[in-house]
């Protein structure tokens, strides 16, 4: 109980006065009363858009530091907007990350993209290559990661035939070192093997995605196919890559949106134990620790319901289900783990549907966990 009051103090004292900074950097519209006033919205649109990052999670404890998006005019009536995502914090548990991340759309959306420029110093915890983690055993580790990752997709000579369909590009260049050796450890928890070097892989993708918005989608449905390669050739480990995402929307009741979602990672092959399929503790499964349940296969079922409220405030409730093994009939003997939770959040820009979100999840009926991110986690 003392653990959930902490978390509920840290989302009244951090949570509401970072939403409201997003507030001000709304670009308001001159006085639409004046004569010869300009009153198409599309003279309104928002260019910036700034909210301190003052929150607590489960793997960062507290944290401290702030994130920018600066957003770019659609090519054209209807568009998607390309943007700018700036991003620094700290944490109280001494880890320090940054990034640099731009999502385009060029020719009438014809090539859309997004390009993460990632930095990181951080302090984490190993909890074992298993699907039945203790989350009071683990191992403490540095980790530096330095890591460039892009995935870029076009319609081009489908738009015609299958409009909805895109295929694409993906890279990644990374290289990671962790150190297992300034932390003391009595317990049963062997050290991995295959952590430090370079992780550079290539591979395609393929979606066909129906959705009404990219960010906060109420309607259609995304079907994304990934495999990508990781070679010796191109860096330290030889390791492949395949995921299945498959995601739905609709209307419920009372001008509720639903989502759907499902997806399924494999890993084969000396990937390192920061690589491997789990939870992200973000975006699948939220209120853990990354990796606090990984193997080399992975399966996630997610329910949200989202309802806008007032002004610029909504809420969400979920249930997530998500368990892992080393091969697919461990993955289909073991249990799942599961996890409930509900949210607010506040649109940091109203027209592209973008809302920050902090989220309260009971994690397997019996640890509570916090999450703030931007965008939805599906």
Not at 64 to 80: D, L, R, V, Y
Not at 81 to 107: H, N
Not at 150 to 156: A, D, G, K, P, S
Not at 184 to 211: C, F, M, Q
Request: hydrophobic residues 35%; negative net charge.
């Amino acid at each position: 109980m003392r653990f959930l009051i902490q978390k509920l103090l840290t989302l009244t004292a951090f949570a509401l006065p970072a939403f409201a900074a997003a507030e001000n950097a709304q670009t308001a519209p001159a006085d639409s009363s004046a004569p010869n006033a300009v009153t198409d919205s599309a003279n309104y649109f928002q260019r910036f858009s700034a909210v301190p990052v003052l929150g607590y999670t489960e793997e960062t404890q507290y944290q401290f530091g702030a994130m920018a998006i600066i957003f770019f005019k659609p090519s054209f009536e209807g568009g998607n907007a390309s943007e700018l995502d700036l991003s620094f914090y700290g944490t109280s548990r001494k880890q320090v990350t940054g990034s640099i991340s731009p999502k385009f759309y060029l020719l009438d959306d014809q090539i859309s993209g997004d390009i993460d420029i990632h930095y990181e110093d951080w302090v984490g915890n190993y909890f074992g290559n298993r699907n039945d983690p203790d989350i009071d055993n683990f191992r403490k580790f540095d980790r530096q990661t330095f890591y460039v990752q892009t995935l870029v997709e076009t319609n081009y000579g489908t738009k015609r035939w299958l409009p909805d369909l895109r295929y694409g590009l993906f890279l990644e260049l990374n290289h990671t070192y962790v150190d297992f050796s300034n932390y003391h450890y009595h317990g049963d928890i062997k050290l991995p093997e295959n952590t430090n070097g370079w992780r550079n892989g290539i591979g395609y993708h393929l979606s066909i995605d129906t959705r009404d918005n990219t960010n906060w989608a109420r309607h259609g449905y995304l079907v994304q196919w990934g495999h990508y390669f990781y070679n010796k050739g191109m860096g330290d480990f030889s390791y492949t890559h395949q995921e299945l995402d498959v995601r739905g929307y609709s209307e419920f009741i009372w001008n509720t949106s639903m989502a759907v979602g499902f997806l399924w990672q494999r890993v084969d092959g000396d990937a390192p134990f920061d690589k491997l399929a789990g939870s992200d503790g973000l975006k699948r499964f939220r209120g853990v620790e990354k990796n606090y349940f990984y193997g080399n296969q992975a399966m996630f079922l997610q329910v949200e319901f989202r309802k806008k409220l007032f002004w610029r405030l909504a809420g969400d409730i979920f249930f997530e289900g998500g368990k892992t093994g080393d091969y697919f009939s461990d993955l289909m003997r073991n249990k799942w783990h599961r996890s409930i939770g509900f949210g607010g959040r506040f649109a940091l820009n109203k027209k592209e549907n973008l809302y920050a979100r902090c989220e309260l999840s009971w994690v397997d009926f019996k640890n509570v966990g916090m999450t703030m991110y931007v965008r939805d986690a599906f």
